[in-house]
């Protein structure tokens, strides 16, 4: 069974930081893996996608690798903001199967 | 997200009673899901449906139900037979990975 794994569980930094949030996965056999930002109260909203032929995808100061073999995936953030402060997520989807396996995510709080 | 549209935002249930979130969507996706947040915790499954009149149970399906009788709309049911029902509920599509609306908070009179 897919476990995943996210580290730091939270995190407090100073405006102005490159910061890097981790996940790992157990299984190897992924189709693709996503990372999410949830805001308090409200629903997660897609960041990136990497799909597993993939080793990065990047959107604005967003950058997102995967290493299958090792299992790992992580998530930089370049020059955080205070509005970058919520918890950030990951799921891992299994080949063959519509059902990914989330973390339990990293709280982040940006601060000024 | 755009097109994934969940009511109520805020949803009490007495002892005893069943409640009824809703969720719709306009992306004409046949994949629907129904997932339950609790603090600390990941998102775990609660059901799914691929097409209309189907669906499959996920890791919790326990005290709940669901139709599919159209294919913008995937209701969920929290039954008393759920006897913890206090979470977040998200409600989510698959389009290019999952795209998730913006959850209902359910509370125990």
């Known amino acids: 069974k897919q476990e995943v794994t996210q580290i730091p569980a939270a995190l407090s930094v100073p405006e102005g930081e490159n910061l890097v949030l981790n996940c790992s996965f157990t299984?190897?056999?992924?189709?693709?893996l996503q990372w999410f930002r949830q805001d308090p109260g409200k629903g997660l909203t897609s960041l990136l996608l990497?799909?597993?032929?993939?080793r990065e995808q990047t959107s604005g100061r967003l950058n997102a690798s995967l290493d299958k073999s090792s299992g790992r995936s992580t998530l930089y953030i370049a020059a955080s903001q205070p509005g970058d402060s919520a918890t950030y997520l990951c799921?891992?989807?299994?080949?063959?199967?519509?059902?990914?396996?989330f973390g339990r995510g990293t709280s982040l709080i940006v601060h000024p | 997200d755009g097109g994934i549209t969940q009511s109520p935002k805020y949803l009490f249930r007495k002892e005893g009673q069943n409640v009824t979130l809703s969720c719709e969507q306009n992306?004409?996706?046949?994949?629907m899901y129904w997932y339950r947040q609790d603090p600390g915790q990941g998102l775990r499954l609660i059901y799914y449906?691929?097409?209309?009149?189907?669906?499959q149970k996920g890791d919790i399906a326990e005290g709940y139900s669901v139709s599919r009788e159209k294919k913008e709309s995937f209701p969920l049911t929290v039954t008393s037979a759920q006897k913890n029902p206090t979470a977040f509920y998200l409600c989510?599509?698959?389009?290019?990975?999952?795209?998730f609306g913006d959850g209902t908070r359910l509370s125990i009179l």
């Open positions: 989510a599509i698959t389009r290019q990975g999952k795209h």
């Open positions: 992306l004409n996706h046949d994949a």
């Open positions: 799921a891992v989807r299994p080949g063959g199967s519509y059902i990914p396996t």
């Open positions: 990497i799909q597993s032929s993939q």
């Open positions: 449906s691929q097409i209309v009149n189907d669906f």
């Open positions: 299984d190897s056999a992924i189709y693709n």
